[in-house]
């Protein structure tokens, strides 16, 4: 239904993302998609490159007079570094010495390097590491952004936090009301919740660096407001927990996916990790006491908030680097340093709010598609109608 793919390198003149399946009729904000854009370039322990980029979305296409047409989307955010690469990435071929100045033949370990060499047949890993760089995610928060702009006509809400960084984690319950203020508060240097949590966190942080080293961590994803219903037991490929784990999985660097408790209660009774269901008569609907599902039963939603955690690994570009083989003469040296993150936590939770944002988008489209806003939003208020009347 809703259709989306990325193109661009990272040092190439821009990132392109393409959206198709969209009704018509959906107001667009760009100031919204611009401010998504800015939130994945924050965080503490980022590299020198979010100081020369200033991300902006430039609506080419399935936009005109502040809103969807129904027409396929096409937008554009250019990388202000492309005027440092211009003469070493050219379109054109070239003579010019610069090409070869930045060729990567030491593969760094945990990166697509090596293996992308090799499967594309190139003894330089550059045009590989060009394209698997997270700078392609902007690509995705654009997209995202007009998916979180579909889901919020229907008072869907996605918000992304801090639990974990390196060693240091977020013991306590939370309240979707203090995520949502953390996710939007863009002085927030992790993006946690916790104060004083953040404040240890952050010293993981200044540790990594100082030891030349890397740091990963852990965020949530919360989407508040869902309708009872999305995805489907049906078949493997309608499983909603299914399509949002690889959804979050393709975001660089995450390594493992978390839905609910799902970690916790692999190793718990079965007595201790479902959620007890009970019916609201005033309220006339079904409540559960807990969450531990993280929204999800079956593949479907049950009309709690969906939580989801991606798990990150440390960023594999090390100031000390570790030791690999060189491509072309085969000898062991030190892996390559390029300017680099050392930790991505909260971005990395701004492009994952952006790829559930996606699948749920899709989710609302199958179940309530329509050519226009409006036919969708009288779809869903008929199911709204059957839901309330169980
Ligand atoms: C927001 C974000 C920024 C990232 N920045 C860097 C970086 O500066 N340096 C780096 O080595 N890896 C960075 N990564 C991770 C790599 O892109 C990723 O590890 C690499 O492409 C290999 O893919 P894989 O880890 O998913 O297997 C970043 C990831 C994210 C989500």
């Known amino acids: 239904m809703l259709r989306f793919y990325t193109a661009g390198e990272s040092h190439g003149q821009a990132l392109l993302a393409f959206l198709s399946g969209l009704p018509a009729g959906l107001p667009v904000d760009v100031a919204a998609i611009d401010h998504e854009l800015h939130r994945r370039q924050l965080g503490y322990g980022r590299g020198g490159r979010q100081k020369i980029e200033k991300d902006h979305a430039e609506i080419f296409a399935g936009v ?13 955010i250019e990388n202000r570094d492309w005027a440092n690469w211009e003469k ?14 930045k060729q990567l033949v030491a593969p760094r370990p945990g990166h697509a390097d090596l293996a992308g060499s090799q499967k594309f047949n190139f003894h330089d890993a550059r045009y590989v590491l060009e394209r698997a760089s997270a700078r392609e995610t902007a690509s995705r928060v654009a997209a995202g952004a007009f998916a979180k702009q579909l889901l919020k006509q229907f008072d869907v809400e996605i918000a992304s936090h801090t639990v974990q960084v390196g060693h240091v984690r977020l013991e306590r319950q939370t309240k979707w009301e203090e995520i ?3 996710c939007a508060d863009l002085e927030s240097p992790l993006r946690c919740v916790d104060s004083q949590t953040q404040q240890k966190m952050m010293a993981e942080v200044d540790a990594a660096l100082k030891a030349g080293d890397t740091v990963g961590g852990v965020f949530e994803i919360v989407a508040h407001g869902l309708p009872v219903g999305l995805g489907s037991h049906a078949q493997w490929d309608e499983k909603l927990d299914g399509r949002l784990a690889q959804a979050v999985m393709s975001v660089q660097a995450v390594k493992a996916v978390e839905i609910g408790s799902g970690i916790l209660a692999s190793g718990s009774y079965g007595s201790e990790v479902q959620d007890e269901i009970s019916y609201d008569k005033t309220a006339k609907r079904f409540t559960r ?3 531990r599902a993280g929204g999800l039963e079956g593949g479907i939603t049950n009309g709690e908030d969906l939580v989801i955690r991606g798990f990150l690994k440390p960023i594999s570009t090390l100031r000390k680097p570790l030791g690999t083989a060189d491509m ?5 040296v030190q892996a390559a340093y390029e300017r680099s993150d050392w930790c991505v936590v909260p971005a990395g939770g701004v492009a994952g709010e952006a790829m559930v944002a996606l699948v749920l988008a899709d989710a609302f489209l199958q179940k309530f598609g329509g050519d226009s806003l409006a036919e969708m939003r009288r779809n869903f208020e008929s199911y709204a109608q059957q839901i309330d009347e169980f």
């Open 64 to 76: 005109r007079h502040g809103q969807t047409i129904g027409a396929p989307i096409a937008v554009r």
């Open 88 to 101: 070493i990435l050219p379109v054109e071929a070239s003579a010019d010495p610069l090409t070869t100045s």
């Open 180 to 182: 949502l203020v953390a």
């Open 289 to 291: 006491a807990s969450n």
């Open 328 to 332: 072309v003469t085969k000898e062991p």
